[in-house]
């Protein structure tokens, strides 16, 4: 048992996961998941709706090891190895308690890594089992799990507080639930889950942004890997960051970023398992990094796909490896194409480009606009104001027009100029709002807005920027 506390690689997030699956498993409609902070502890409570069990239900759960993986399972059934619970509850607490009820009638039961007497669980029932919930049972069945001596969450070698420490897990526990279980969120198929963490509703997050007018998809393929079985394979292209708030691109951000969350997100009965990753088919590529691919396998290719006992990982077949790169070659081409078309247009009286298009006998040159914000506040800046002209100069006479030409000619994939990376984007903002505050006389909200929409690149992806700087403004003291 104490070994059961390091299989998988489980964290809090990890770690809940693999008990909603069994709630889901349950019939479970809706999910509470409380932290109870104590004196260098905390209880965590996990309950359910779902169908409860009986007596014998319940020893047959706790039993380690309580399934065969080489069995065959309901469709639905999101476990494989009879390990979860357990594997799952003890990677986090030292105490596990699981309390169930079923028309009327409630039993529970207790695993103590520190108490462990030949293999005897605790068994309580009746009155008993019931004095072990905080709160009485609502509806006629449940089951509740109980952590507690959660050790794994209230490390005190670390010098942050109890509080903080829970508040970052529980923080990253609440984004990786709304990913992992965004499908049952949503209600997808009909039936919707709903989970609720210290109080707060979660809600989807769509990786895809399948329902956002800018996404683009093509049609779901079937590919088959067994005689009797297949993967449904749907591609995705988001949408570029121009045509998203500032909140929506950081849910599609994830902790890493835009380019690392590009890839194949696997799903098994629409629980995600793994995503972000392009199984060395191709490589990561700041040009792809719009490219999300769906993947749906039912949990019978469990064995062919590897899924690991914490779920959090799954390898490729084999014979799925050269159909997958084919899909994935066709279909990036189009995230490829949203960045190329991201064009700028020059020479307009209503806003300031960063270049200027000018065509003399003949002869067209492209000169850096010298009252665009940033590069005005730049020049003004300069302690040598004749060698911050010249190097501008320098800039423009030695645009590798012919090699640009010939790369256009070749119609090159990677020949992509606008800025691909959202941070940077978020950077030359900033840049904006301080050639802002330099430059105006009365500083505003209202003003920035409107000194920013005059300028290039804000003006072309406006939707982003707007959102950005409404979002900044009090860290920026705009009122």
Request: hydrophobic share 40%; charged share 30%; aromatic share 8%.
């Amino acid at each position: 048992m104490a070994g059961a506390r390091s299989f998988g690689n489980y964290d809090l997030a990890a770690a809940l996961a693999d008990l909603i699956d069994n709630s889901i498993k349950a019939g479970a409609r809706a999910l509470t998941i409380l932290f109870e902070p104590a004196e260098n502890d905390v209880t965590v409570r996990i309950r359910d709706d779902g169908a409860g069990m009986s007596r014998i239900e319940l020893i047959d759960a706790m039993r380690p090891a309580s399934s065969n993986p080489e069995d065959q399972r309901d469709a639905g059934d999101l476990g494989r190895f009879g390990w979860g619970l357990k594997s799952a509850s003890l990677s986090q607490a030292r105490i596990l308690t699981v309390v169930s009820w079923r028309d009327g009638l409630a039993c529970a039961a207790r695993w103590n890594v520190d108490d462990l007497d030949d293999w005897a669980m605790d068994l309580f029932e009746g009155s008993d089992a019931l004095s072990l919930l905080a709160s009485a049972p609502v509806g006629s069945s449940g089951t509740e799990v109980i952590w507690t001596r959660c050790d794994r969450l209230y490390d005190s070698s670390l010098t942050a507080t109890l509080d903080e420490r829970l508040n970052e897990k529980i923080s990253h526990a609440k984004k990786q639930l709304s990913l992992v279980f965004h499908r049952y969120l949503a209600g997808e198929d009909g039936r919707r889950l709903e989970i609720s963490l210290q109080g707060l509703r979660l809600d989807p997050v769509d990786p895809f942004m399948a329902r956002h007018p800018a996404t683009q998809s093509l049609d779901e393929e079937y590919v088959p890997v067994t005689p009797s079985a297949g993967v449904r394979v749907k591609p995705f292209v988001i949408p570029h960051f121009s045509k998203l708030t500032h909140e929506e691109r950081l849910a599609l951000d994830g902790d890493e970023g835009l380019a690392r969350n590009q890839g194949f997100y696997v799903y098994r009965n629409r629980r995600l398992i793994i995503h972000g990753t392009w199984f060395r088919l191709v490589p990561h590529g700041e040009l792809s990094q719009l490219t999300r691919i769906r993947i749906d396998l039912p949990n019978s290719l469990d064995a062919e796909w590897k899924i690991t006992l914490d779920k959090s990982d799954a390898q490729l077949p084999i014979n799925l490896r050269r159909r997958l790169r084919e899909i994935v070659q066709r279909f990036s081409r189009r995230s490829v194409g949203v960045y190329r078309r991201r064009g700028v247009d020059l020479n307009t009286l209503e806003k300031a480009p960063v270049w200027r298009r000018n065509s003399h006998n003949g002869r067209i040159r492209y000169f850096i606009n010298r009252d665009h914000p940033i590069i005005r506040e730049l020049l003004y800046e300069a302690s040598d104001q004749s060698m911050a002209q010249e190097a501008m100069r320098l800039v423009e006479y030695c645009v590798p027009v012919e090699a640009m030409a010939e790369d256009v000619r070749s119609a090159d994939d990677s020949l992509v100029q606008p800025i691909t990376d959202p941070d940077q984007f978020d950077s030359l903002v900033h840049a904006c709002m301080l050639a802002y505050l330099r430059q105006a006389g009365a500083v505003s909200l209202s003003g920035f807005l409107a000194f920013a929409r005059k300028a290039e690149p804000f003006s072309e992806q406006w939707k982003y920027t707007e959102s950005l700087i409404k979002e900044k403004a009090g860290e920026w003291k705009l009122k």
